[in-house]
């Protein structure tokens, strides 16, 4: 699932009474936007574990974890005391933009797969001349709908191109991908696997 964290009680949240003291013990309740329905929210990124519905403060008026809302979806906060006095009803709160990096890379040799750096990424398997199986960390990509860039490092005579190898479906574990080198100048360019000494792989979604 694709969550964002909560403006509002999203990480490190404090509340507090009219007075100024921790609202301990309070409660926060949350729904889909404009209307009386619960609607869960996750304690981190991953979206796999809901909280309860109310969220019950801690004795420093914090939750107990942080707060993240499905991704694209708008909710309602009500916040009241321990003893269900209402404090505060807030509408309409959608989560933080999130910002597109990579959600996964790595740079290896692929005259052996051998990783030189890489975020988020387990191994690189060479199958064969120009060809890769990549294995992600578990948990960082939500499903296989991901977008990949990738490129290679060519000489003066040849110039690799890098593509997902859809002989094999990609998975949110795994992305296979070929190398292909173009040949040139030529009067008549030939493609060939390739491996390159230095291939780049980067995955958005």
Known sequence: ??????????????????????????????????????????????????????????????????????????????LKDSNDTLVGTFDNIEGIPPFYTARAWVVFNGTSGAITSNLNVNSVVRNATGNYTITFTSGILANANYAVSGSALGTTSVAPFVFADNTTAPTAVTLRVQVLSLTWPSASPATAAYDSTRVSIAVFG
């Open 1 to 78: 699932m694709s969550v964002t964290l909560s403006p509002l009680a999203g990480a490190a949240a404090q509340f507090f009474d009219d007075n100024g003291d921790p609202l301990t013990g309070g409660k926060l309740y949350t729904y889909a936007a404009g209307t009386t329905t619960p609607k869960a929210t996750y304690t981190d990124y991953t979206g796999s574990q809901a909280h309860a519905n109310p969220i019950i403060l801690d004795a420093a008026g914090r939750t107990p974890s942080e707060v993240w809302l499905t991704f694209g979806d708008a909710y309602k906060f009500i």
